[in-house]
Structures are given as structure tokens and as C-alpha cells.
């Protein structure tokens, strides 16, 4: 049973910082690939970075290059996303998704298992 959960969500100011994890339960090994999504209120779902397990592989959407990195914790289950200088328009809810296998991209139909997401907010 694969379990995915986001937490560190919040709000905060512009130009200001947060960090996101997705603590995974259920993979066995690092073959797998995780990666961030988000969805700001009445659009469409966006990949924001992706992360292949096994060699620390990144990808990362062009509106977040720069400010954002991805890693992995210590014991190969969870992922990080730091998020820095945050613009207003990072606003959204920010899911993490996973799947077996290289997937290094940003397409959210790739993914078959989600987390519940967790909010970021951004204010001026």
C-alpha cells in the first residue's frame, strides 16, 4: 500500500520561503520517481520539479528555475521542495506523486499515486 503525505505547507510574504516535505510509505528500493505538482484556485494541475530516487536526477518547471530545489531526505522515503523568493503567483495547492520506474517528468497523467496536497499561500 503505497502512502503519500505532504506537510510544511503556510502562508507567508513575498520573496519569502517555505519548505515542503512528502514523506513516501510503501516503495520498496529507490527505482521510483517523485515529484511536486500544484493547482492555483479554478486552473489546471502543473508540474512544478520532478526526482528520480536512484541517482538524484531533477527537473523543474521553467516558472520555478532558480528558486526552487528538490531533494531527497536522508533515508531514501521522503522528498523535500524548497521553495525561495515566492512570488504570489506560487499560490496553489501543492500535491507530491510518485510512481515506479524513471518517470523525470512534469506531466501529471504520468503519476499514479498522489498525496492529499497541502496549501501554500503567498501574500504581498
Known amino acids: 500500500q503505497v502512502n503519500l503525505v505532504e506537510s510544511g505547507g503556510g502562508s507567508v510574504q513575498a520573496g519569502g520561503s517555505l519548505r515542503l516535505r512528502c514523506a513516501a510509505s510503501?516503495?520498496?528500493?529507490?527505482?521510483?520517481?517523485m515529484a511536486w505538482f500544484r493547482q492555483p484556485p479554478g486552473k489546471e494541475r502543473e508540474g512544478v520539479a520532478a526526482?528520480?530516487?536512484?541517482?538524484?536526477?531533477?527537473k523543474y518547471a521553467d516558472s520555478v528555475m532558480g528558486r526552487f530545489t528538490i531533494s531527497q531526505g536522508d533515508a531514501n522515503d521522503a522528498v523535500y521542495l524548497q521553495m525561495n523568493s515566492l512570488k504570489i503567483e506560487d499560490t496553489a495547492m501543492y500535491y507530491c506523486?510518485?510512481?515506479?520506474?524513471?518517470?523525470?517528468?512534469?506531466?501529471?497523467?504520468?503519476?499514479?499515486?498522489w498525496g492529499q496536497g497541502i496549501q501554500v499561500t503567498v501574500s504581498s
Open positions: 506523486a510518485a510512481r515506479v520506474g524513471y518517470w523525470l517528468t512534469l506531466s501529471p497523467n504520468t503519476y499514479y499515486d
Open positions: 526526482y528520480y530516487m536512484e541517482t538524484g536526477t531533477e
Open positions: 510503501g516503495y520498496a528500493g529507490s527505482q521510483y520517481s
